[in-house]
């Protein structure tokens, strides 16, 4: 399968643990996104990298949030002291032509 | 106003109808647009992307009014296969992708 993948599929922690997880973009694609999903609203930016670049960061990317992406390849979004309001899925998605994101699976994150 | 509006749904339809779905959008600067399908608890799969021209692929037909700030998708002979949700995205100038809440359609045999 040469899509988009991530890892782990699904993450059930503690509050006030840290969480990270992965995103494998589609080789070829020089720009990764992350998004996340709440039940019932469609998926929200959170940032985005061309190459190892990391471009633009949304407002909901609060400093407990951090993402990487050290080679230009795959990617890291790290949660520190995670909240139960950070109970999500979390997309990521990558392109090469503008715009044209293809979405990976999810990483499904639930905050006990 | 949402960045990205859309009919809130749910539609029921049964197999053979033709539904339509609506969007507008609030940022007149926005540069792309497309259609997403995201089936239950699954990821958003590129349906297909709108052009001002309108553009067709099979039994599903996009529009794009940007004057009225209007995106709409016409599904002809509907499947039970289209049951989803249809999710109206919207693509600024630094690539970042703005999504409509989504439309629940099931098509019902």
């Known amino acids: 399968d040469t899509g988009v993948s991530q890892n782990p599929r699904h993450k059930i922690t503690k509050r006030g643990q840290n969480v990270t997880f992965r995103c494998d973009p589609i080789?070829?694609?020089?720009?990764l996104y992350w998004y996340r999903q709440t039940l019932g609203q469609g998926p929200e930016f959170l940032t985005y990298f061309q190459n190892e670049a990391q471009l633009e960061k949304s407002r909901l990317l609060s400093d407990r949030f951090s993402a990487e992406r050290p080679k230009g390849s795959f990617s890291t979004l790290e949660i520190q002291r995670t909240e139960q309001g950070d109970s999500a899925m979390y997309l990521c998605a990558s392109s090469l032509i503008a715009d044209e994101q293809y979405f990976g699976p999810g990483t499904r994150l639930t905050v006990t | 106003r949402k960045e990205v509006e859309q009919d809130p749904g749910p539609f029921n339809v049964p197999e053979g109808a033709t539904v339509a779905f609506n969007c507008t959008y609030s940022n007149s600067a926005s540069q792309s647009f497309f259609w997403y399908r995201q089936d239950c608890r699954k990821e958003p799969k590129l349906l297909m992307s709108?052009?001002?021209s309108g553009n067709e692929d099979g039994r599903f037909t996009a529009q794009l009014n940007r004057a009225s700030q209007y995106i709409s998708l016409l599904i002809r002979d509907s499947k039970l296969s289209d049951s989803a949700t249809y999710l109206c995205?919207?693509?600024?100038?630094?690539?970042?992708?703005?999504f409509g809440k989504g439309t629940l359609l099931t098509v019902n045999p």
């Open positions: 709108v052009y001002s």
């Open positions: 080789s070829e694609h020089n720009r």
């Open positions: 995205v919207v693509g600024g100038s630094n690539y970042k992708l703005t």
